[in-house]
């Protein structure tokens, strides 16, 4: 199960204050968060692909992103923010945490 995750520039602080919102970074990744490719276009794209690359070389979880602490405002905080969305969905995915949902009645209900 391949899983993608997309994150636009337009919702980078730096990429605000600096005017260059036109840009998307796309990671794909398996249901562990273990990067298998990735798209970046954008300002300093080139710049941003090799953390990626590490991830992938290093064979460390997307999800680790999300702890690590970024400079800010930068654009390298966009791996951050796709860390994040791993780290979310890994955290929707828990059946501890599907049962709460449903308790609270914020979960998704299957038709029967």
Known sequence: NLRIYKQDYSELD???????T???????????????????????AGELIHELLMFKF???S?????DMI?????????????GKQVYLNDL???PVVKAASLVMGRGK????
Not at 62 to 66: C, G, R, Y
Not at 70 to 82: C, D, G, N, Q, V
């Open 62 to 66: 997307l999800k680790k992103a999300a």
């Open 14 to 20: 730096r990429a605000i204050t600096e005017r260059e």
């Open 70 to 82: 970024y400079a800010y405002p930068t654009y390298s905080e966009i791996i951050r923010k796709l």
């Open 58 to 60: 290093y064979d460390i």
């Open 92 to 94: 929707e995915s828990n």
């Open 109 to 112: 209900k299957t038709k029967k």
């Open 22 to 44: 036109l840009g998307r970074a796309i990671v794909y990744c398996d249901k562990k968060g273990m990067v298998y490719g990735a798209d970046i276009l954008g300002n300093r």
